[in-house]
């Protein structure tokens, strides 16, 4: 709102200056109607602007001015002196407001009403008493010509690329002290100016998000449907062509999404969802990108009716049923295609979702969909950087030359440095810098484009995207310029990894690479969630034997698991390992899991687990560190006894121990399950005793173990001290523990308290006994 009431303010300013003199006209000629509109629509903008700042008191007064203006274009009032005098006055009070108005000050209204009844016909003449000039704050603001502005950013971009010539051509030789100081100068002044400029182009994107409250309200009444928005990232700033370029793509995709998204009140409630459907609109930054979401609860797309949909134009179903889902996914975007069956005012005329992405294409960006059927859709719009500078790194792959936004790179590090160790993971590098780990991505092979003859190390870049980091490797790193980015053609910006094009001082066309872009491209997932092998050779090894995962275990042996009892590999502190309750057990997201290991756990600052599941119980594993993906053959020479090794195989001449997942589970599983343990009722324990000490050791084996009986329940096993009441065995069969280590007699059934085994295996009998 502040923004609004200073452009308020600027604009009254600058149309009473220009219409000091029009009134002053207009009286000595009445019939000048050029110059009685351009004071009836002065009046009328205040009016109107007054509303929506609620600013009542200048409301009242350009209201009665635009009465009375309305009357004389009607004819009905004639622009005599005393009425002249009146709008004058009028005018002169407006201006007294909005200086007032902009220094903070209040101005008394004691004057107004003897000003608006100066407007009526036969009113007593206003005198004009010459009045000092208003106290005005001096103006913080300009209003400037669009094109003016385009002419100051190219001015800009050609300073910055003269200067970025000058710097390398005085790099090339021996430079004097004073020119280098006096050229660090110039670069310094140019980028200030370099930011002003720019900023004088952007608009905060809420200039495009203003318009959707009341189109999603009139689009949802007109379909019968309840939508409630939510606008999200509204201080966001985008160059202003772009705000007016996203328009109708930005329209027509939510509209789609209220038509085509989200179902009616009925159909939500059939499906569970309430009756509301809810639509989020957002905007943030990613790097050198800004990113805008589209998102609705409602159906997602149906991939199924879009191929019966395209099979009816006459497009051969079996090539579209054999894309893989993305593919599929992206049928949406098929020109001439919709999924209505009925045309409407929103949709149903096959004019849509191609349009949209060309659109955006035309301005370098691109459109990537999120589907999840039956619960909603996800479409993110990722605009690139276009007629602005940015401070980049220019690398070479491949014997060719790419800018990187610097504000994405975390550091540069070389790969021979001591601190960094890449290693393969399932045919994938991985990079490991001072502790951390990272997937590493190749740039020549990203491009792919064969990498120049050069032994020499790498340079590795630390990407941050937003969504987590990754390592891009180049084969060196050249320089570090100020660029101009332009949108590239659309068939390049539409390969997912480029976010513009530049042209440096050497005169040859550089691509800005978009880091985000890549990470997509190659099939990153920092979620670690729905993770798919696509790679067809792997598919089809899969299909031969049984998928493992080799690894170091902490003894140093190489050892194998099933990939299929693998949720996940996680590095933990060694502060969260401890051993408690009898065993080494780890906190991992709030749990506490079961710790099995064959190596010494202690004194490891860091360690990596394998969380192993089995669709009920989970357990991890310490290992030393996760190898590579493997698929064992089909021969297995079976170890000679049970144990945590199931047996042997030959992985590449060598011999790889296969971890006993059954063992691993049944040694190391925390036992339970409510509803299934057999309950046992601790009864006579007047001490405590048994409770303290026994309860652990019973819970530990499966049971359930209660002081009281739950109403309704009947116990499994009662276990009693040795004088507890006989009435028990009524309810279950009973272990009684006696003091003694001897038996009583041959009568006596009694379990020594301290004998473990003796007592287990007792609960077992009797449970088992009931049973039968």
């Not at 902009?102 to 009844?117: K, N, R, Y």
């Not at 032994?455 to 570090?480: H, K």
């Not at 659309?490 to 880091?515: F, N």
């Not at 989970?618 to 560190?625: K, L, N, P, T």
Request: charged letters at 30%; hydrophobic letters at 45%; glycine letters at 8%.
């Amino acid at each position: 709102m502040d923004d609004l009431l200073q452009e308020f303010i600027a604009e009254t300013r600058e149309t009473l200056e220009a219409l000091s003199g029009e009134i002053v006209a207009w009286e000595a000629q009445p019939a000048d109607r050029a110059r009685l509109d351009a004071i009836f629509r002065f009046v009328h903008t205040v009016k109107g602007s007054c509303g929506f700042l609620d600013l009542p008191r200048l409301g009242r007064l350009s209201h009665s001015a635009e009465d009375v203006l309305a009357q004389v274009r009607e004819g009905k009032r004639v622009p005599d002196r005393p009425l002249v005098n009146a709008v004058l006055a009028i005018v002169d009070r407006i201006g007294e407001l909005v200086e007032a108005i902009d220094s903070g000050t209040s101005l008394p209204d004691s004057g107004d009403e003897l000003l608006i009844s100066a407007l009526e016909e036969g009113a007593e003449e206003i005198s004009q008493a010459s009045q000092p000039a208003l106290s005005r704050a001096p103006a913080r603001s300009v209003r400037l010509n669009v094109d003016l502005l385009d002419r100051m950013m190219s001015g800009m971009s050609d300073m910055v690329l003269a200067r970025n010539e000058l710097a390398r051509r005085l790099r090339g030789g021996d430079i004097d002290p004073t020119i280098e100081a006096a050229l660090e100068r110039l670069s310094l002044t140019v980028g200030e100016m370099r930011d002003t400029v720019t900023r004088t182009r952007m608009q905060k994107i809420d200039a495009l998000f203003s318009a959707l409250p009341r189109m999603v309200r009139d689009t949802a009444a007109g379909l019968g449907k309840s939508v409630t928005l939510h606008v999200e990232g509204s201080d966001v700033e985008l160059d202003r062509e772009m705000i007016e370029m996203m328009r109708d793509p930005l329209v027509h995709i939510v509209r789609n999404a209220i038509d085509h998204g989200i179902e009616t009140p009925q159909d939500r409630r059939a499906a569970g969802k309430r009756e509301n459907g809810r639509l989020v609109v957002s905007a943030r930054q990613s790097g050198n990108q800004i990113i805008i979401e589209i998102t609705d609860d409602g159906r997602g797309i149906d991939t199924e009716r879009l191929i019966r949909k395209l099979v009816a134009n006459g497009r051969d179903e079996a090539r579209l049923r054999a894309l893989s889902e993305r593919a599929k996914l992206e049928l949406v975007f098929e020109a001439g295609l919709s999924s209505k069956d009925q045309v409407s005012e929103v949709s149903g005329r096959g004019v849509g979702m191609d349009i949209v992405r060309a659109s955006i294409e035309q301005i370098g960006g691109r459109v990537d969909l999120d589907n999840m059927p039956g619960k909603g859709l996800r479409l993110a719009i990722h605009v690139p950087l276009t007629l602005s500078i940015i401070s980049a790194i220019v690398v070479g792959a491949g014997g060719q030359r790419f800018a990187i936004s610097r504000q994405a790179i975390e550091e540069i590090v070389t790969d021979q440095a001591d601190a960094i160790r890449i290693d393969t993971i399932g045919g994938a590098k991985v990079l490991s810098v001072r502790g951390r780990r990272m997937p590493l991505l190749n740039l020549c092979e990203v491009l792919q484009i064969p990498r120049a003859k050069n032994d020499g190390p790498r340079m590795i870049s630390i990407v941050n995207i937003g969504e987590g980091s990754y390592a891009l490797a180049a084969d060196m790193v050249l320089d570090n310029e100020e660029l101009v980015i332009k949108p590239a053609s659309p068939a390049v910006m539409s390969t997912g990894v480029y976010a513009g094009q530049t042209l440096p001082d050497s005169g040859l066309p550089m691509l800005l690479l978009d880091c985000a872009g890549i990470a997509h491209v190659a099939g990153l997932d920092f979620n670690r969630e729905d993770e798919q092998v696509e790679d067809d050779e792997e598919v089809v090894d899969a299909e031969l034997g049984m998928p493992a995962l080799m690894f170091c275990d902490l003894d140093g042996v190489r050892r194998a698991v099933p990939l299929a009892a693998v949720d996940r590999v996680e590095q933990v502190d060694g502060d969260n390992v401890r051993f408690a309750a009898g065993r080494f057990r780890v906190t991992i997201d709030g749990r506490i899991l079961p710790l099995a290991a064959q190596g010494e756990i202690e004194g490891r600052s860091r360690l990596n687990v394998l969380r192993l599941k089995d669709g009920a119980n989970e357990v991890s594993y310490a290992i030393d560190e996760a190898l590579d993906i493997i698929v064992l053959p089909e021969e297995l020479v079976p170890a000679r006894e049970p144990g945590p090794i199931a047996g042997v195989a030959l992985i590449d001449d060598e011999q790889v121990e296969l971890l006993d997942i059954l063992w691993v589970f049944d040694e190391h599983a925390d036992r339970g399950g409510d509803d299934v343990a057999p309950l046992c009722l601790i009864a006579g324990d007047k001490d405590g005793w048994m409770a303290s000490f026994v309860r652990p050791l019973l819970e530990t084996a499966g049971y359930r173990v209660v002081t009281q009986l739950p109403a309704g329940e009947t116990p499994a096993v009662v276990l009693s001290a040795s004088d507890a009441p006989a009435e028990l065995a009524e309810k279950a069969p009973v272990v009684r523990l006696r003091n003694r280590r001897a038996a009583a007699g041959a009568g006596d059934d009694s379990v020594y308290r301290y004998d473990r085994a003796g007592l287990l295996s007792a609960l077992e009998a009797r449970v088992a006994g009931k049973g039968r």
